[in-house]
């Protein structure tokens, strides 16, 4: 229906790795990377609130370049970042639900192949955190991102897209780890 095409994206937790290498005392490229996340997209508000578009998979690795501050403590090493991210989407599906509405407003019929894609994305990412020393090689890490991670979603029939819907994911992601020096 007209009106009805802002859309909601639920959370996830992954598995995460981050490689840093460190140019000087106060600068530092980070790469993150992880399992791939898995999202439900449903649509927000108006009539058909909540009803289940279908779902994705996506990897957002994001290369950080960051600064440490040296705050006259060798074990606290506190950070603040700025960086690019790519997110690539994929094994999307349309939910059973879209394909019934679907059928149901006689947008389509049950022979016709309703799929959902999703376009990569590049965003700015901003990073705060920091790293504890735990030993001389050992140290736990914890970071908080924004990432903006904004695309296109589409609903195609019969691969003609019917329906485009800008899909903002933008997620605040926490990082809590453990690390090793190298
Ligand atoms: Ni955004």
Redesign the pocket.
């Known amino acids: 229906p007209a009106g009805s095409t802002a859309v909601s994206v639920d959370n996830n937790t992954q598995l995460g790795l981050t490689i840093d290498y460190k140019f000087n005392k106060n600068k530092t490229a980070k790469l993150i990377a992880a399992t791939p996340f898995s999202h439900d997209i449903a649509v927000k508000g108006y009539a058909i609130d909540g009803l289940a578009i279908g779902n994705t998979k996506h990897l957002p690795p994001t290369l950080v370049a960051q600064y440490h501050f040296d705050v006259g403590n060798s074990n606290f090493d506190p950070f603040i970042g700025v960086g690019l991210n790519y997110t690539k989407f994929f094994d999307e599906s349309a939910s059973g639900a879209l394909k019934t509405t679907l059928q149901a407003l006689k947008v389509t019929t049950a022979s016709d192949d309703v799929d959902l894609k999703l376009k990569a994305s590049w ?1 700015l990412a901003l990073q705060a955190g920091f790293n504890y020393k735990l030993s001389d090689n050992w140290g736990a890490h914890f970071a908080v991102s924004k990432m ?3 695309t296109t979603g589409e609903v195609r029939v019969n691969n003609n897209v019917i329906q485009s819907v800008d899909v ?3 997620p605040w992601v926490y990082m809590v780890g453990l690390g090793y020096k190298f």
């Open positions: 965003g903006d991670i904004d903002q994911i933008d």
